[in-house]
C-alpha cells in the first residue's frame, strides 16, 4: 500500500533528476529524499537572479546569513528536520572540556517538513519543500523588507518555479518570486535621510517581483586544507570560537577564505594549477568594456607569479541567452553590471 500511495502522489507531477530528485506539482516542489542522505551534511546557496533595488536588492547578490549556508537532514516521526550544524563553537572530540562543551552549544533547527509519503522498497521519503525555495529558511521575507525601508509579504499565487537543473553534483532551482505591501513598499524617510534605505527599482511600490536562484549540494572531502589567518594581513576571514584553545587570551579561530590552488607540477618554480581561478563575464556588461574587465581581472595573474603559479586566473565570457546559464548560481565566480538611477 505504501508504494502504491508513493507512485500515486508522483504520477502527475514532473521529475527533476540530479543531486536533489525534485518534482513539481502545481505550485508544489516535492523532494525525494533517499533515506541514506539522512544525517548527510548539505549546502545551499540563494541569491538575486533579477533584482529590485539600487544597493541591497541587487542582481547576483546572496540572500540569507552568508554567501553560503551549512544544513544537515535530520528524520523525527513523521518529519524531516532542517538543521543548522554547530559551526559558531568547535571543539575536538577528545578535548576534556568536550562533554561540557555539547550540553552548552546547541545545534539549530531552521524548518521541518513532513513526509508526504514513504516508499519501503527503495528506502525514499517525499517531502514537501516548497517553503525552502519561497526562502523561508533564507529569511527572505526579512531581506526584501529591510531593502524595501517598509513591510512585505510573499504572494504565493505569483511565486512559482521559473526552472530546474542539475550541473555537475548540484541542483539548481530559479524561482519567480512576488511579494507585495498593502501600504507600499515606499522608503521609510527617517531611514532614507541616514541613508539607511535603498532606492528601489519597482514600477509600482505594492508590487516586488524579482527571481532567486538556489544552489544546492552534497559536501564531498576535496581533500582541501584550511589555511589559518595572520592578523598581520588582511584577508577575508570565516571565524568561530575555539573550545580546544582554553587558557589563551583569543579564543578565536580564524580560517581566511581563499581559491583552492594545487601546482601541476610541485617540482617546477613556475606552473600552472591543476584548477584555475575562472571568472565569468557576464552578458549585462556592455561589449564595449569587456576588453577591459577581463584586462583588470587577468592583471591579478602577475601576483600569482610570485607564489609560484602560471596562469592562475582566467576568464571567459558568460553565454548569452543560453536557458542553461544562470549568472546567480553558485557555480561560478561571475563579473556583472549593475544599474541604478545615478550610478
Not at 538556489?214 to 571565524?239: C, E, H, M, N
Not at 583552492?260 to 556588461?285: F, G, M, Q, R, Y
Amino acid at each position: 500500500p505504501d508504494v502504491e500511495k508513493y507512485e500515486k502522489a508522483i504520477k502527475d507531477a514532473k521529475k527533476y533528476e540530479g543531486a536533489f530528485v525534485l518534482y513539481t506539482r502545481k505550485q508544489d516542489i516535492l523532494l525525494e529524499l533517499p533515506e541514506e542522505a539522512i544525517g548527510k551534511t548539505f549546502m545551499a546557496q540563494a541569491s538575486l537572479n533579477k533584482g529590485f533595488a539600487a544597493f541591497s536588492g541587487q542582481s547576483g547578490e546572496p540572500v540569507g546569513d552568508g554567501p553560503v549556508s551549512i544544513f544537515r537532514w535530520e528524520k523525527s516521526e513523521d518529519k524531516v528536520m532542517l538543521m543548522r550544524p554547530r559551526t559558531r563553537f568547535r571543539w575536538n572530540d577528545n578535548d576534556p572540556l568536550s562533554v561540557a562543551s555539547d550540553r552548552t552549544f546547541p545545534e539549530a533547527i531552521i524548518a521541518s517538513y513532513r513526509i508526504e509519503n514513504k516508499h519501503p522498497e527503495k528506502k525514499l521519503l517525499l517531502l514537501n519543500v516548497t517553503s525552502l525555495f519561497q526562502g523561508a529558511v533564507f529569511d527572505l521575507q526579512k531581506f526584501v523588507g529591510e531593502s524595501l525601508g517598509g513591510q512585505a509579504a510573499l504572494d504565493r499565487e505569483f511565486t512559482k518555479v521559473d526552472s530546474v537543473r542539475s550541473v555537475g553534483d548540484a541542483t539548481v532551482v530559479r524561482m519567480d518570486t512576488h511579494f507585495k505591501s498593502q501600504r507600499g513598499g515606499e522608503m521609510n524617510a527617517l531611514l532614507a535621510l541616514f541613508g539607511l534605505s535603498s532606492p528601489t527599482h519597482l514600477e509600482d511600490d505594492s508590487s516586488v517581483p524579482f527571481k532567486v536562484t538556489y544552489t544546492l549540494w552534497y559536501r564531498k572531502d576535496t581533500g582541501y586544507l584550511p589555511r589559518i589567518a595572520d592578523s598581520r594581513v588582511g584577508f577575508f576571514t570565516q571565524d568561530f570560537f575555539n573550545i580546544d584553545r582554553f587558557g589563551e587570551v583569543d579564543r578565536t579561530e580564524r580560517f581566511i577564505g581563499r581559491f583552492n590552488l594545487k601546482k601541476k607540477d610541485l617540482s617546477a618554480p613556475l606552473s600552472e594549477p591543476v584548477a584555475p581561478i575562472t571568472w565569468v563575464v557576464d552578458e549585462s556588461v556592455p561589449e564595449r568594456y569587456r576588453p577591459g574587465v577581463k584586462q583588470g581581472i587577468l592583471a591579478w595573474n602577475k601576483a600569482f607569479e610570485k607564489i609560484g603559479f602560471k596562469d592562475a586566473v582566467r576568464v571567459e565570457d558568460g553565454p548569452s541567452k543560453n536557458a542553461e546559464w544562470d549568472h546567480a548560481d553558485g557555480l561560478h565566480n561571475v563579473v556583472r553590471w549593475n544599474m541604478s538611477e545615478d550610478m
